[in-house]
């Protein structure tokens, strides 16, 4: 059996780490990828992201304990306040923010720089105690999300403490029976949240998300696609809503569903005290599924590569009740800033029907060069089944044309001078016209030896795009790639974390979408 010395803790005997024979089992075992990640895992490269958690740390603990003396008179009530964070919302007011925008973080000074620091070497004495390692830390939460674990730091703790593997290839040490604080032990529940609130409020895990996805561009584990995909998805929050009534600006009632007011010091009277009224889960809002289905919950705005299935960007959206269609030209614009890189790769935007408005489509042209092509939204149109060619029986919203015979005519281009679209009558198995056999060829091509030809005239059908009819083979053939974003959500909600929200606000739900997002990108490594 192997023994290691480790560093020895204050006032203690020297500690044996036993490598265990169960370690090296993991490590050569198929199922357990999760260690084999963890232990080969490059921490040396992201020191700059542990020197930024640890200056922050110093900064969170240096304002924590100051007066902030922001005490500023607040003289709003309850029910004002509620108001006012009702027309703040982005379904509410034109001015804010479609798509989650991190508040500013006020300048941090650099006492660390990444070349003091290196998993288990941590700096000395950030304001107190030797902090706990950051690689450690950071290897706990992406480890518990590659095993399936939502990433929060209740996870992570009970994945610490009853998993002794992990614990040791996360960089910690069991603790024990010892009370005493030691910088290797694994850490309280209370300090691994702390590690989330310092990460999730320093901008950090969006931080360490955009460094890994720009990774795997530069090291072209990620190929060029021509084409973006882009959806929406909710995850349930952790909140419940009240119905508020509000009088619109034409002055007529109505209602909507919100998070409550409340305030988040500890003060004896809230309704005395002078901070502010907030929203105790902002962006959680009502979700309108299929089928007069309501979901309360925070709504997330993904972008990716749909050859390869790879998730880009996964953002929360402001409000979670703020319609799909909004939050493609927002994020199109995030993802850009973020990874310019990638912006000349794309000449394609695939999205469902939210998307399908002209004027979202020439803002994409006009703005990014950039083609919108989304599902058509037929929007309550009907079959059109009047003053159509002879022998036709209908046409549906999305151009498929059907004779009266109940064949369905193919669709073979058209004729823009004219402005007609032109359809085909099929052929049979044996390569021959349906026509030529078919009981209604007297009335619809009576002298036709190959079979009926159909034009349609774009006024029928004025809410397709001539330029991109959704009939067209280019058409459809595209657009079998946009189911591919419904794999990528599937991983990142179902197979990296869980739909059930346990922390409020949109900060947090920004956070748990980009550990989602860095332990995907680790995985595609893999
Ligand atoms: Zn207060």
Same mark, same amino acid.
């Given at each position: 059996?192997?023994h290691t010395?480790?560093?020895?803790p204050?006032?203690?005997?020297p500690?044996?780490l036993?490598i265990?024979?169960?370690?090296q089992?993991?490590?050569?075992?198929?199922d357990?990828?999760?260690y084999?990640i963890l232990?080969?895992?490059?921490?040396?490269k992201y020191r700059?992201?542990a020197a $930024?958690y640890?200056?922050?740390? %110093?900064?969170?603990?240096?304002?924590?304990?100051?007066?902030?003396?922001?005490?500023?008179?607040n003289?709003?009530d309850k029910?004002?306040a509620?108001?006012r964070?009702?027309?703040?919302?982005?379904t509410?007011n034109? #001015?804010?923010?479609i798509?989650?925008?991190q $508040?500013?973080?006020?300048p941090?000074?650099?006492?660390?720089t +990444?070349e003091?620091?290196?998993?288990?070497?941590t700096?000395?004495?950030i304001g107190?105690k030797?902090?706990k390692?950051f690689?450690?830390?950071f290897? @706990?939460?992406?480890?518990a999300?590659?095993?399936?674990?939502a990433?929060?730091p209740e996870?992570?703790?009970?994945?610490?403490?009853s998993?002794?593997?992990?614990?040791?290839v996360?960089?910690f040490?069991p603790?024990?029976?010892?009370?005493?604080?030691?910088?290797?032990?694994?850490?309280?529940?209370?300090?691994?949240?702390?590690?989330?609130q310092i990460m999730?409020e320093?901008?950090?895990?969006?931080?360490?998300k955009?460094d890994?996805v720009?990774?795997n561009?530069?090291?072209?584990i990620?190929r060029?696609?021509?084409?973006?995909?882009?959806?929406?998805?909710h995850y &349930?929050?952790?909140?419940?809503?009240k119905?508020l009534?509000?009088?619109?600006?034409?002055g007529?009632? =109505?209602? =909507?569903?919100? #998070?409550k007011?409340?305030?988040k010091c500890q003060?004896e009277?809230p309704?005395?005290? +002078? &901070?502010?009224?907030e *929203?105790a889960d902002d962006?959680?809002?009502?979700?309108?599924k299929?089928h007069?289905?309501y979901?309360?919950?925070h709504?997330?705005?993904?972008?990716?590569l749909?050859?390869?299935?790879?998730?880009? $960007? @996964?953002?929360?959206? #402001?409000?979670?009740?703020? &319609? /799909?269609?909004?939050?493609i030209?927002?994020?199109?614009?995030?993802?850009?800033?973020n990874?310019?890189?990638?912006?000349?790769?794309?000449?394609?935007?695939? %999205?469902d029907?939210?998307?399908?408005?002209?004027?979202?489509?020439?803002?994409?042209?006009?703005?990014?060069?950039?083609?919108?092509?989304?599902?058509?939204n037929?929007?309550?149109?009907?079959s059109?089944?009047?003053?159509?060619?002879?022998?036709?029986e209908?046409?549906?919203?999305?151009g498929?044309?059907?004779?009266?015979a109940?064949f369905e005519?193919e %669709?073979?281009?058209?004729?823009y001078?004219?402005?007609?679209?032109?359809?085909h009558?099929?052929k049979?198995?044996?390569?021959? @016209?349906?026509?030529l056999?078919?009981?209604h060829?007297s009335?619809?091509c009576r002298l036709s030896?190959k079979?009926?030809?159909v034009?349609?005239?774009f @006024?029928v059908?004025?809410?397709? $795009?001539?330029?991109?009819?959704?009939?067209?083979k280019?058409?459809?053939a595209?657009?079998?790639h946009? +189911? #591919?974003?419904?794999?990528?959500? =599937?991983?990142l909600?179902?197979?990296?974390? /869980?739909d059930?929200l346990?922390?409020r606000?949109?900060?947090?739900f920004?956070?748990?979408l980009d550990?989602?997002?860095i332990?995907?990108?680790? *995985?595609l490594?893999?």
């Amino acid at each position: 059996m192997l023994h290691t010395q480790l560093q020895q803790p204050p006032n203690q005997l020297p500690l044996i780490l036993t490598i265990d024979e169960d370690d090296q089992l993991l490590l050569n075992s198929p199922d357990a990828e999760w260690y084999r990640i963890l232990k080969c895992f490059p921490d040396m490269k992201y020191r700059q992201i542990a020197a $930024d958690y640890y200056n922050s740390l %110093y900064h969170f603990n240096k304002t924590r304990t100051m007066d902030r003396g922001e005490r500023h008179v607040n003289d709003e009530d309850k029910e004002q306040a509620t108001q006012r964070l009702l027309f703040e919302r982005a379904t509410m007011n034109d #001015s804010s923010p479609i798509i989650f925008k991190q $508040d500013s973080i006020p300048p941090i000074e650099e006492i660390v720089t +990444p070349e003091q620091i290196a998993p288990g070497i941590t700096p000395d004495r950030i304001g107190g105690k030797k902090p706990k390692c950051f690689f450690a830390m950071f290897k @706990s939460f992406t480890g518990a999300s590659i095993m399936g674990f939502a990433p929060e730091p209740e996870n992570v703790h009970a994945l610490l403490t009853s998993n002794l593997s992990f614990a040791r290839v996360c960089g910690f040490v069991p603790k024990g029976a010892d009370s005493n604080y030691w910088h290797k032990y694994v850490p309280s529940l209370r300090k691994l949240e702390q590690f989330d609130q310092i990460m999730t409020e320093y901008g950090l895990w969006s931080k360490a998300k955009w460094d890994h996805v720009r990774e795997n561009i530069d090291n072209k584990i990620i190929r060029k696609e021509n084409e973006l995909v882009g959806d929406t998805t909710h995850y &349930h929050a952790h909140s419940v809503f009240k119905t508020l009534k509000y009088t619109d600006s034409k002055g007529k009632e =109505k209602t =909507k569903s919100q #998070s409550k007011t409340t305030k988040k010091c500890q003060c004896e009277d809230p309704n005395t005290c +002078p &901070h502010p009224w907030e *929203l105790a889960d902002d962006g959680a809002g009502t979700i309108v599924k299929a089928h007069n289905r309501y979901i309360w919950g925070h709504k997330a705005s993904i972008l990716g590569l749909p050859l390869q299935g790879i998730p880009l $960007d @996964s953002v929360a959206v #402001s409000d979670a009740a703020t &319609h /799909d269609g909004e939050t493609i030209y927002p994020h199109v614009v995030r993802l850009f800033e973020n990874m310019p890189q990638v912006q000349p790769w794309i000449d394609t935007v695939l %999205y469902d029907g939210a998307a399908d408005t002209q004027g979202l489509k020439e803002k994409f042209d006009k703005d990014l060069n950039i083609r919108l092509r989304a599902s058509l939204n037929p929007r309550r149109r009907k079959s059109v089944t009047i003053n159509l060619p002879r022998g036709m029986e209908k046409i549906t919203p999305y151009g498929n044309l059907v004779c009266k015979a109940g064949f369905e005519m193919e %669709y073979k281009g058209m004729r823009y001078e004219s402005e007609k679209f032109i359809y085909h009558a099929p052929k049979d198995d044996s390569g021959r @016209s349906v026509c030529l056999g078919c009981e209604h060829k007297s009335i619809c091509c009576r002298l036709s030896k190959k079979g009926r030809v159909v034009t349609v005239p774009f @006024s029928v059908l004025p809410h397709i $795009d001539p330029k991109d009819p959704p009939m067209a083979k280019r058409f459809k053939a595209m657009m079998t790639h946009r +189911p #591919s974003v419904e794999r990528i959500i =599937k991983r990142l909600k179902c197979d990296l974390s /869980d739909d059930r929200l346990k922390k409020r606000g949109n900060a947090a739900f920004q956070a748990y979408l980009d550990k989602t997002m860095i332990a995907f990108h680790i *995985l595609l490594r893999q």
